[in-house]
């Protein structure tokens, strides 16, 4: 993925009003940085494979999903 999106990491002190501030900010970003590696997920499969993982309603489900179905043997914690 575009190093120009991941956000870099995150490094403050807590004690400080700088702090929240900052930690807001990489929050936001990290937010957009999972949404767009949703949609680069979905780019990156064929039709045939997106047809396992099209009910999945975040990044972590569709990654289960497709582990189940292409390295372990029990499909049932997919959704079909």
Known sequence: ????????????EADTAYGARRYQHWKHAWENYLRTIDNVLISLLDASVYTYIHECASYQEAIDCLENIYVASQRSACPA
């Open 1 to 12: 993925m575009d190093k120009c999106l991941r956000p870099q990491v995150f490094s403050a």
